[in-house]
């Protein structure tokens, strides 16, 4: 008899201490101090064109971040629900970054200021005065897409990741 009462009093006592830890205030600032790196993808654009001339009008839905050395990268997906599947990746580079480049890698990449109008892009977490002033200093660089695969086409990631060049 006493077996069967010691787990249910392991198990209270068990989820006493953790609701304790949770709610202490040092473990809550250890807690709130602790980041990965998947922490920080806020910056939410939608742009059209990123799944190649097959698919013109599906919306990419780009989450992206500054990281080291002065990149900003984007993770795309291919809606915005919890569910939505990585389909691509971004990376942005300034244009200093850009003319250290050969021009064969130049080839590869697309200047935002001529690709932003032609991909209908949005920002629809922000105001219309955030939007273009985010968009503004956007303008100026230098973007790179790795397409995964492309969810239109399959419902499972098969093919080979191509680097997609804005017409």
């Not at 304790?20 to 742009?47: C, E, M, N, S």
């Not at 001529?114 to 100026?140: F, G, S």
């Amino acid at each position: 008899m006493l077996k069967y009462l010691f787990v249910p009093a392991l198990a209270v006592a068990f989820g006493g201490g953790m609701l304790a830890a949770r709610t202490h205030p040092a473990i809550q600032v250890a807690q709130a101090a602790t980041t990965t790196p998947a922490t920080g993808w806020t910056l939410h654009i939608d742009a059209q064109k990123h799944f190649g001339d097959a698919h013109p009008t599906e919306i990419a839905h780009h989450w992206c971040k500054p990281v080291q050395g002065g990149l900003t990268e984007c993770q795309i997906y291919d809606s915005d629900a919890p569910d939505a599947r990585l389909v691509a990746v971004e990376t942005i580079v300034s244009p200093a970054t850009y003319q250290s480049f050969s021009p064969t890698e130049q080839a590869l990449w697309h200047y935002h200021k001529v690709e932003i109008p032609k991909v209908n892009a949005t920002l629809p977490d922000m105001t219309p005065e955030q939007a273009a002033k985010t968009l503004a200093a956007i303008a100026e660089t230098y973007g790179k897409v790795w397409l995964l695969w492309d969810p239109m086409s399959s419902a499972n990631p098969v093919g080979a990741p191509t680097v997609v060049v804005l017409k």
